[in-house]
């Protein structure tokens, strides 16, 4: 007997679904993609100490975290490129 595939979020089988998908319904498929999207990886980078007081204190001055302020940087800087 064939092993039916399963949902990757909520682990129903995958019966009449396409082969080639991986998620048994639009809610779970929008809900896997969210969950993708809210994981994150660890950069770690040096920096010099100049600008690591520059960072904080502008991240300070937007009432931040650096990790919050850095990560905002990047995003605006990412999505205003496109
Ligand atoms: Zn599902």
């Not at 129903?12 to 998620?23: C, E, G, Q, W, Y």
């Not at 991240?59 to 931040?64: D, E, F, R, V, W």
Request: hydrophobic content about 40%; charged content about 20%.
């Amino acid at each position: 007997m064939e092993h039916a595939r399963l949902c990757l979020k909520c682990r129903a089988p995958l019966i009449n679904k396409r082969s080639d998908a991986v998620t048994c319904s639009g809610k779970c498929r929008s809900q896997k993609w969210r969950a993708l999207k809210e994981q994150s990886v660890l950069i770690p980078f040096r920096l010099s100490t100049s600008l690591h007081v520059g960072l904080f204190l502008a991240a300070y001055a937007a009432n931040q975290g650096i990790d919050a302020y850095l990560t905002s940087l990047v995003s605006n800087h990412l999505t205003s490129n496109i």
